[in-house]
């Protein structure tokens, strides 16, 4: 049996590294796509300093690119190099995305990202606005297929176990692609990508305007900054994540989970607006609750029913015995007995092997599995529900207060007397939020999906490396120690260009030049 | 649906050579001018004339290398799963490396500072050193057989440790590839420079060849003793990915079988010899382009040589022969194979034609005074 050791090891090693790669990438797909908008104006226009704009947001994008290349690396590698039963089981069908993601978008943001930052002088301005707007498009299909890939770990259509190959198999492609989990994750995903970079624009903008320096440039900036993130943080909130969680039954545990929904009530279901969720007892504690939001929200409806946790836990006990059952047909087969009726009776309930094999948490032996063995792969077959109800709070408070920002921000942009300082103040010290959103987003979905590391399929435990936990322990200080190492000299680049504005573009025309020139 | 399974195989064992051969003659020349840095380099301009001459692609030609393992893990999701967890902590040092080309490239220059670019210029040799030598450590490992085997469920269990990996035979495999990156680099850097880089770059190019034949001879002349691995039972080659149904012997000098067999494939290494002498007779009368051609030659036949000797192999297991991984059984499905096979068929030429492309635009010598010239806008 693997050791319960070795798996917290790599699954923290896999959240640390996740999420800190999780750091850059919302800033790339947001800023690639602001930065095609400023090119565009300076093409349509012809104004220099739309150019100035883009070369020195640029420069910025550069410095956060760099990380997001670098940390994506170990996301590419860790899935064969930590979770080898993993990429055995469903690398079938896991793999394909990834590798298309590859293929069609990291390729062509990679090759094009250097004549984006080399090219100014090689190309012809309608070359180079092409060149800019294919880096925002590798970015976001990048985010598309790597959601696809997601997505399926979350709702896993379009593909069936194969117990000759003892792992799971395509059976639709489509089906793969057109997932309403990845679909939706994708807009979710990329529109908070698109906020994350607005808020970044806008903050620094503001910086530049509450110093009164180069204020032409900085203005356009907020302007830009204010509008399409007002439009992108919309987006993310009406087409929230959650809208997803229909599809699958681990969607819908998470839904409960987050909403600690214990019981299922008549619909449409009241939001537990803040409350301390216990779950030995199965109840809220304290809650607030406000009538019929969470029905709509999470059902689109006022009849369907949100489904609680304690009839989940019941429908899961129901298929973990027949899971059982299914591992015991499977290690005939595996022995090679090849008999019909044994083949006929593994399909039809092959569907359940997933949660036969949560037992192995708790017995080498499956088929032999005690009450007690069963009752608690049961409790454990649902997440924790107290850290996705506050995780999932904190995203949807930043949210909406990255709605207001933008809306006053909006209305200062284009109403002059509506410039107050304490405005620019606001979008400066609210800078931290996206990054607060995406992480605990990312927290949510991940967290929300346990025990499982494919919904239904293959529990998270199961999935890990045969490693010893010293060698993860090695791996995960070696990781912690770089990326610290890397953040610190990011964000003292960063902070040394944000300071210097655009006068490190040597345009002879901003602030610090100025000074220098004696004017 | 217009492939067999067993072509298919086939068609995605030379897919996934094409996108390492693809690696090893991109990504290898930037490999190859990172460990050269801070010899060829003697001042700040110089370095900066050196990493400026693959600044805007060397990006691009890296995306090779995570291809070939998103390749892996879509067309051979065992042996992905495999080789990746059990040459653990090689791929762990290469990838800490490989974090500092990055910010190698696009931080050092942003500081004036001597010491921050000094310790960049550091980083950066790091980030083209160790890659360059695992490359080679791992193929070498892959033709000493790795010490693993599948338990109950098809699990991967590893009995190695980082030290097994670090083998005699290894070890030359790492220097191979290792002298084979740094001649190519120094071709590319005598292509893009002049004067005096250009100058260090020619010597350290016939040099460099030299040595990667040299070594290749030496490999091959172990190989005639080192244990190879075969199939004894029969190959069913049509069938379900399932590694555990078959029997392999393992005994010294197997990896010539093939050549055997099919001599012909014996003009393959004697490619990789008669390119290496071409490729420093066109470094020594001074034309880079043509060298160039004939050190991507020459390492293009070095890989096929030791693909030629592993086929049908992909990962022999030297404990449970049988675990051994073949390209007839550790396939991802018939389906899968079949879509990914038109996916790469339709992006694969795209991404040459604009890789070429960008590679025209960026055609010419970068020299001190261009440096000079544009001091804030490039590496």
């Known amino acids: 049996m693997i050791s319960d050791t070795v798996v917290e090891l790599s699954r923290w090693q896999f959240a640390v590294t996740a999420l800190y790669h999780f750091l850059f990438v919302p800033l790339t797909i947001g800023l690639s796509v602001l930065l095609a908008i400023m090119e565009s104006t300076y093409v349509m226009t012809g104004r220099e300093i739309y150019k100035d704009?883009?070369?020195?947001?640029?420069?910025?994008?550069?410095?956060?690119?760099?990380?997001?290349?670098?940390?994506?690396?170990?996301?590419e590698f860790q899935f064969g190099m930590n979770w080898s039963y993993f990429s055995h089981y469903v690398g079938d069908v896991?793999?394909?995305?990834?590798?298309?993601?590859?293929?069609m978008a990291f390729f062509m943001e990679s090759t094009f990202v250097g004549l984006f930052f080399f090219g100014w002088d090689r190309l012809t301005r309608g070359q180079h606005l092409i060149i800019t707007w294919l880096v925002a498009l590798g970015s976001n299909l990048s985010a598309l297929w790597i959601l696809v890939a997601n997505g399926w770990m979350q709702n896993p259509v379009g593909a069936e176990f194969n117990y000759e190959t003892m792992r799971m198999e395509v059976t639709s492609f489509g089906a793969l692609i057109f997932n309403p989990a990845a679909q939706v994750k994708f807009v979710h995903t990329v529109a908070a990508g698109y906020t994350t970079a607005s808020s970044f624009v806008l903050a620094i903008s503001a910086y530049?305007?509450?110093?009164?320096?180069d204020s032409a440039f900085s203005q356009r900036s907020y302007t830009i900054a204010a509008g399409f993130g007002l439009a992108a943080v919309l987006s993310v909130i009406v087409l929230g994540d959650e809208s997803g969680y229909t599809d699958g039954e681990v969607q819908k545990a998470k839904l409960a989970a987050i909403e600690a929904e214990w019981h299922t009530d008549e619909p449409p279901a009241a939001f537990t607006v803040v409350g301390f969720p216990d779950q030995e007892a199965m109840v809220t504690h304290d809650a607030i609750k406000i009538p019929w939001v969470l029905g709509l929200i999470g059902t689109r409806s006022v009849d369907t029913p949100i489904i609680g946790l304690s009839e989940i836990l019941e429908n899961n006990r129901v298929r973990i015995r027949s899971g059982i059952k299914a591992y015991g047909l499977l290690q005939r087969l595996r022995e090679g007995d090849r008999d019909e009726r044994l083949i006929t009776e593994f399909e039809s309930i092959k569907k359940d092997l997933g949660y036969g094999l949560l037992l192995k948490r708790y017995t080498e032996n499956v088929v032999d599995a005690t009450d007690e063995q069963i009752d608690l792969a049961v409790k454990n077959s649902i997440p924790q529900v107290a850290p996705l109800f506050w995780t999932f709070r904190v995203m949807v408070a930043c949210g909406f207060i990255m709605l207001f920002v933008f809306i006053v921000a909006v209305i200062a942009s284009s109403i002059?007397?509506?410039?107050k300082n304490w405005v620019f103040r606001l979008s400066l010290y609210t800078l931290p939020l996206p990054w607060i959103a995406v992480e605990t987003g990312w927290f949510v979905a991940e967290f929300g999906r346990q025990p499982w590391a494919v919904a239904e399929v293959l529990p998270t435990f199961l999935s890990a490396s045969s490693l010893s936990e010293w060698d993860i322990i090695l791996s995960l200080s070696g990781y912690v120690f770089l990326y610290t190492v890397f953040?610190?000299?990011?964000?003292?680049?960063?902070?040394?260009?944000?300071?210097?504005?655009?006068?490190?573009?040597?345009?002879?025309?901003?602030?610090?030049e100025m000074d220098e020139r004696g004017g | 649906m217009i492939f067999?399974?067993?072509?298919?195989?086939i068609i995605w064992w030379a897919f996934l050579g094409l996108l390492i051969i693809g690696f090893a003659i991109t990504g290898g020349y930037d490999l190859g001018v990172g460990v050269l840095l801070p010899f060829l380099g003697k001042t700040d301009e110089e370095r900066r004339v050196i990493l400026n001459a693959v600044g805007p692609t060397w990006e691009g030609n890296q995306v090779w290398f995570v291809m070939a393992g998103g390749a892996l893990f879509a067309a051979w999701p065992t042996v992905y799963a495999v080789s990746f967890s059990s040459m653990y902590f090689a791929l762990l040092l290469t990838l800490f490396a490989l974090f500092l080309r990055p910010l190698g490239f696009d931080y050092r220059s942003k500081m004036p500072d001597q010491k921050w670019r000094g310790n960049w210029d550091k980083a950066l040799f790091v980030g083209g050193f160790v890659p360059a030598l695992v490359f080679g450590i791992a193929f070498g490992n892959l033709l000493k057989g790795i010490p693993f085997q599948f338990e109950s469920d098809m699990r991967i269990v590893y009995f190695g440790n980082l030290l097994g990996l670090l083998n005699p035979f290894a070890l030359l495999a790492g220097l191979i590839s290792m002298s084979m990156f740094i001649m190519h680099g120094a071709v590319y850097l005598q292509i893009k420079t002049v004067a005096s880089v250009a100058r260090r770059a020619r010597k350290t190019a016939i040099a460099f060849t030299l040595v990667t034949i040299i070594l290749f001879a030496l490999a091959g002349w172990w190989i005639t003793f080192l244990d190879g691995y075969h199939i004894t039972s029969a190959i069913s080659s049509n069938l379900a990915s399932n590694p555990l149904a078959k029997f392999v012997k393992r005994g010294p000098g197997l990896w010539l079988d093939n050549y055997g067999h099919i001599p012909q494939l014996w003009a393959i290494p004697a490619t990789a010899f008669i390119s290496a002498l071409c490729t420093m007779i066109m470094s020594r009368l001074n034309r880079p382009g043509s060298a160039f051609i004939f050190s991507c030659v020459t390492i293009a036949s070095i890989i096929l040589t030791a693909g030629g000797s592993l086929f049908p192999f992909i990962i022999p297991s030297s404990i449970s022969l049988s675990s051994s991984l073949t390209i007839w059984d550790s396939s991802s499905s018939l389906v899968t194979l079949n879509l990914m096979f038109w996916v790469t068929v339709i992006f694969l030429p795209l991404i040459m034609i604009y890789t070429s492309w960008v590679f025209r635009v960026f055609r010419g010598k970068v020299t001190v005074e261009h440096i000079r010239k544009n001091s804030h806008k490039l590496y």
């Open chain 1, 208 to 213: 530049y305007m509450l110093k009164g320096r």
């Open chain 1, 94 to 103: 896991f793999g394909a995305p990834l590798a298309i993601e590859g293929l």
């Open chain 1, 53 to 75: 704009m883009t070369q020195f947001w640029g420069k910025l994008f550069g410095i956060n690119f760099a990380l997001g290349v670098t940390t994506g690396l170990t996301m």
């Open chain 1, 416 to 419: 002059r007397k509506c410039r």
């Open chain 2, 4 to 9: 067999d399974y067993d072509t298919l195989r």
């Open chain 1, 487 to 512: 953040l610190v000299i990011e964000v003292f680049l960063m902070m040394k260009y944000i300071r210097q504005g655009p006068s490190i573009l040597h345009k002879r025309r901003y602030h610090f």
